[in-house]
């Protein structure tokens, strides 16, 4: 089927049902052709949070579905390929998160929402990397504990005086694998250029950064900026969506590597197959969502 035609049955069958379409910025560039809204997740979590819509199907991985279905629980919610996971929400489950409690006892647990809900219903709030240090800060504790990436948790701590963020050891592969030389050399051929990184890479990478912040706030600071080139420290989606809105500046990938494989297992004929079978329908433990619905709405309701 033709681009135009597949776009069309989609926004025709968004309409008979009354569904939206939520795109996250990694997703392939195509998908914000039918999306209601783009962005980061918590933008889409506000989103996600607020819509009229009856169906909300979630192009982005599989704990983005999630938590909006925790947050619209009498909407469905489709995931349009099962398979889209995130390989840092898998770095830990319940039990490793009750240990890690057991060795820190009476703190405080904040979890990134790149995590299942069974580790959202366990912890005390959750953040994004949009609000993290907001969120840390609103405890105002001595000691938190950080779950599961250790790169943003490390970030907040940067960023608080006398804050202690006590970090897990899990991680995003895709952020991980970036290393201060790839920054290096980037720099070299491109010496003019502003360095705009994920607090997801490791420490040594953010220290090099010109500016550090959600994918949102990377694409709203280029947007805004006087300068004209930019080396994108995060996933490629971001660096498409640049390209596309602002063809006037030049971006650099930081490298071929820095692609989210889940992410890009959504294509516009997933999203029609979503919309005409209404798979893959988003379902959580009642008593799993009840208690992580607490975390994630005292994240909601801190501003980023
Ligand atoms: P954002 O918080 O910028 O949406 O990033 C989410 C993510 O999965 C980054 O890897
Ligand atoms: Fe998860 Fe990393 Fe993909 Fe983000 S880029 S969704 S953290 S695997």
Same mark, same amino acid.
């Given at each position: 089927?033709?681009?135009?035609?597949?776009?069309?049955?989609?926004?025709?069958? @968004?309409?008979?049902?009354?569904?939206?379409?939520?795109?996250?910025?990694?997703?392939?560039?195509? $998908?914000?052709?039918? !999306?209601?809204?783009?962005?980061?997740?918590?933008?889409?979590?506000?989103?996600?949070?607020?819509?009229?819509a009856d169906v909300i199907v979630f192009a982005g991985v599989y704990f983005m579905a999630e938590t909006a279905k $925790?947050?619209?629980? @009498?909407?469905?919610?489709?995931?349009?390929?099962?398979?889209?996971?995130? !390989?840092? !929400?898998?770095?830990?489950?319940?039990?490793?998160?009750?240990?890690?409690?057991?060795?820190?006892?009476?703190i405080p647990v904040v979890c990134y929402v790149n995590s299942t809900a069974a580790v959202k219903a366990e912890s005390d709030i959750c953040c994004t990397s949009a609000n993290a240090v907001n969120v840390v800060k609103s405890l105002n504790k001595k000691e938190v504990l950080f779950v599961p990436d250790q790169h943003l948790g490390?970030?907040?701590?940067?960023?608080?005086?006398?804050? @202690?963020?006590?970090?897990?050891?899990?991680?995003?592969?895709?952020?991980?694998?970036?290393?201060?030389?790839?920054?290096?050399?980037? @720099?070299?051929?491109?010496?003019?250029?502003?360095?705009?990184v994920h607090p997801e890479c490791p420490d040594e990478v953010v220290k090099m950064a010109d500016y550090t912040g959600s994918t949102t706030g990377i694409i709203k600071t280029v947007k805004e900026s006087s300068d004209k080139e930019f080396i994108i420290v995060t996933e490629k989606g971001v660096v498409e969506r640049l390209e596309r809105d602002c063809p006037d500046k030049k971006f650099v990938l930081i490298n071929e590597k820095a692609v989210c494989e889940t992410m890009k297992l959504i294509h516009l004929e997933d999203i029609l197959n979503t919309l005409e079978n209404n798979v893959y329908e988003i379902n959580i433990d009642e008593e799993i969502s009840n208690k992580a619905i607490n975390a994630i709405n005292k994240m909601v309701m801190i501003n980023a």
């Open positions: 089927m033709q681009r135009r035609e597949l776009i069309e049955k989609i926004n025709k069958l @968004k309409k008979e049902k009354n569904a939206i379409i939520l795109a996250h910025t990694y997703q392939n560039v195509e $998908i914000d052709e039918v !999306a209601d809204f783009s962005g980061d997740s918590l933008y889409l979590s506000q989103q996600a949070a607020k819509t009229d $925790i947050l619209s629980p @009498k909407k469905t919610v489709l995931l349009p390929n099962l398979n889209a996971g995130c !390989a840092m !929400a898998d770095k830990i489950n319940v039990e490793q998160l009750r240990n890690f409690k057991a060795q820190h006892p009476d490390s970030y907040v701590e940067s960023q608080l005086d006398g804050v @202690k963020v006590i970090t897990y050891s899990g991680f995003c592969p895709v952020h991980h694998e970036i290393n201060p030389s790839d920054i290096v050399e980037k @720099k070299t051929l491109y010496p003019e250029a502003k360095v705009m």
